[in-house]
C-alpha cells in the first residue's frame, strides 16, 4: 500500500506557472510508476502525464504536451508536476496516482490515489 498527498494547487493567471506535488508514503516506492489525472467539473478525469520510475520514461497528453513535465525525486518519495502556459481550460482538480507493472494512460491502471488539488486559471 501507498498514500499519495497532492499539494501546490492554487489560483493563477492564464499564461502563468504552477508546480503539483505529490508526497508518498507508506510503502517502497521507487518501483511504483506515477501519474498525473485531472478531472474538470462535469467532465470525465482525464490522463495528464505519467512517469516509469525506474525507466525514467515520460509520456503526456497532447493537450499539455509543451507546457508540462512530469518529474521525480525518489529520495523524497515525490513527483511533480510543472505547468507553465496555462489556460483556463486547465482549470481541474488534479490527481496523483501509482501503479505497479508498467505506466498506464488510463485511469483504470492506477490502483492508488490522492485527494486532489484544485488548480484554477482565471481567464
Known amino acids: 500500500q501507498v498514500q499519495l498527498v497532492e499539494s501546490g494547487g492554487g489560483l493563477v493567471q492564464a499564461g502563468g506557472s504552477l508546480r503539483l506535488s505529490c508526497a508518498a508514503s507508506g510503502d517502497t516506492f521507487s518501483s511504483y510508476d506515477m501519474g498525473w489525472f485531472r478531472q474538470a467539473s462535469g467532465k470525465e478525469r482525464e490522463f495528464v502525464a505519467a512517469?516509469?520510475?525506474?525507466?525514467?520514461?515520460?509520456f503526456y497528453a497532447d493537450s499539455v504536451k509543451g507546457r508540462y513535465t512530469i518529474s521525480r525525486d525518489n529520495a523524497k518519495t515525490t513527483v511533480y508536476l510543472q505547468m507553465n502556459s496555462l489556460k483556463p481550460e486547465d482549470t481541474a482538480v488534479y490527481y496523483c496516482?501509482?501503479?505497479?507493472?508498467?505506466?498506464?494512460?488510463?485511469?483504470?491502471?492506477?490502483?492508488?490515489w490522492g485527494q486532489g488539488t484544485q488548480v484554477t486559471v482565471a481567464s
Open positions: 496516482a501509482a501503479a505497479r507493472g508498467g505506466v498506464a494512460v488510463s485511469s483504470n491502471g492506477y490502483p492508488y
Open positions: 512517469i516509469s520510475w525506474r525507466g525514467g520514461s515520460t
